[in-house]
Each structure stands twice: as structure tokens, then as C-alpha cells.
């Protein structure tokens, strides 16, 4: 008998992946914790029975959403992560020496726990001296915050459930309050695709654009998400993600990347004319 874990990408669409073996399932104080493991994708996380990671395509999420904002910010040392219980963006920030502090907000412990036990890979850097973990609401952390850090990465889940606070026009508000004079915030986008992803990705782009000075979207082609198009959102107080990207200062840490490179920086933000329309209606 084979074994299939499906997610709906849409009321018509569903997306498959062939099932090995289930590794762990438990309900925590927020939500819905599963582990499986299959043969083309790896060992992959679920919340709530959506898709949050695979082994095999992990790495364009989590190098896209921190490498883009480390290469334009000259010197990103004290750095709030919100959510990535998983570790995988803790694993790409602790690759730079220039961080000096990292505070990872995580609101569920369970997701922490079952990602070192079943994602090692991902969650490799969570022991890492300047990394302190806080359990709390990400809101809760980021209103008592204030000109405190260079950047600010949003790796949330959904706009539902646990994850729905880190979308309110609040949250970016209080990130804004908590970045430094030239701060830079970074947070997952949503698909652009889909209808309803696309009015989430819209209603989160309206209130960062009405918290930010600067506030720019870029691409990325994750197999496993709905539709395979997803966006991240960069926000800034002073820099621009293209014009005020250093490649040589980039270069210069000798870091080897598997999707992210200085000319894929730059091509991220060219987007597709449809998506440029989604974002023009609500700035």
C-alpha cells in the first residue's frame, strides 16, 4: 500500500509527495506536528498539514530569505529572527562573523525540539553561542523593542493560526520601532499565484509599504510550495536591496551558496509583469 501526504494548494489543486514512513506526529500547545520521510524529497516538516520545509529544497528558502538582506546591509551584527523554529535561517546567519547577536523568537517549543531530533541538517546552528532562543508570541517580543537591531528576519508561517499576529499592519509597525536608523526587515511574501495566496501577499505588502520608506519583493522557485513561485519582502528605513548591494563586500566572506549569487540578487527583483500588477494595486 503506498502512503501519500497531500496539501491543497487550492480548492482544485492538490499537491503530493509518496510517503516512506512517517517519523513523528504530535499536537502541541499551537498546532500539529508531523515528520515524514520520503524518497524523493528527504525527511519534510509539517504544520497543521501545510508544508513548511523538505530536506531536499530547504536551502532556496532559508539562502534567499537571509543572504539578500546580509549582502546589502554593510554590517548586520545584532539580528532578530521571528519564527524558524526549524533552524534553517539560523544556520545561514551564523555563517557570517560579522553577526555578533542573534535573537531567535519562536513560539512553540515543540518545533525546536523535533527539528534537532528529526532535522539536523536544518537545525544544526541552534547551540551556537550568539544564538538565544525565546519562546514567545513574535509580537509580544517585537513591541518591547526599540532601535535595537540591524535586521529583522520574518520567517513565518501561513497568515492563520499561530502565524496570523506577524501579519498585522502592528507587527511591521513594531519591527520598524525595533530596527535600527538603517535597519532592514525580511519576511516570507506568500505566492503570488493562487488567488487566495495572492490576496494574503497583497494584504501583507499594503501594510509594509505603509511602514516602510523602502519596500521592494523578490522571487524564488521552491518546488515544494504552492505553485512553485514564491515571494519574500524587503523592507528598509534607508537601503535599497539592488542599488545599495555590494557584491564585493558579499564576496569577500568566501561563502558557498547552492541557489543565492550576486546576479540572481539582482534578477529576484525583476518580477513577473502579473506580480507587478498584484503589488501596484495595493501601494
Known amino acids: 500500500m503506498q502512503l501519500w501526504f497531500s ?3 487550492s480548492k482544485h489543486v492538490k499537491f503530493s509527495i509518496q510517503v516512506e514512513k512517517q517519523l513523528f506526529s504530535a499536537q502541541s500547545d499551537f498546532q500539529r506536528i508531523d515528520v515524514f520521510e520520503s524518497r524523493e524529497f528527504g525527511r ?7 508544508m513548511m520545509l523538505t530536506e531536499r529544497d530547504e536551502f532556496i528558502y532559508h539562502e534567499m530569505i537571509t543572504h539578500v538582506p546580509m549582502a546589502v546591509h554593510p554590517n548586520p551584527a545584532h ?27 519562536e513560539i512553540d517549543p515543540m518545533v525546536v525540539e523535533v527539528s534537532r531530533q528529526y532535522l539536523p541538517k536544518t537545525a544544526c546552528s541552534l ?32 497568515p492563520f493560526g499561530p502565524g496570523e ?19 532592514i526587515m525580511v519576511n516570507q511574501h506568500e505566492s503570488p499565484f493562487y488567488q487566495q495566496d495572492a490576496v494574503a501577499m497583497q494584504r501583507a505588502h ?3 509599504v505603509e511602514s516602510f520608506p523602502i519596500s521592494r519583493v523578490y522571487q524564488a522557485h521552491i518546488p515544494t510550495y504552492p505553485s512553485g513561485h514564491w515571494l519574500f519582502g ?17 564576496e569577500a566572506f568566501g561563502l558557498t551558496t547552492d541557489y543565492y549569487t550576486p546576479r540572481l540578487h539582482i534578477g529576484a527583483f525583476l518580477l513577473p509583469a502579473y506580480v507587478e500588477r498584484l503589488l501596484q494595486d495595493v501601494e
Open 165 to 183: 499576529d506577524l501579519f498585522t499592519r502592528e507587527f511591521y509597525g513594531s519591527c520598524y520601532k525595533a530596527l535600527k536608523p538603517d535597519g
Open 79 to 105: 539580528v532578530l529572527v521571528v519564527g524558524a523554529g526549524d533552524g534553517g535561517v539560523i544556520r545561514e546567519l551564523t555563517r557570517y562573523d560579522t553577526v555578533k547577536h542573534i535573537d531567535l523568537v
Open 234 to 250: 524587503f523592507a528598509s528605513k534607508h537601503y535599497h536591496p539592488v542599488r545599495d548591494f555590494c557584491v564585493e563586500r558579499w
Open 44 to 50: 519534510f516538516l509539517t504544520l497543521d498539514g501545510y
Open 127 to 158: 547551540d551556537d553561542p550568539r544564538v538565544q532562543i525565546h519562546y514567545e508570541d513574535g509580537l509580544r517580543h517585537v513591541r518591547r523593542c526599540e532601535d535595537k537591531y540591524d535586521l529583522i528576519i520574518v520567517d513565518s508561517t501561513d
Open 7 to 9: 496539501e491543497a494548494h
Open 206 to 208: 499594503k501594510r509594509i
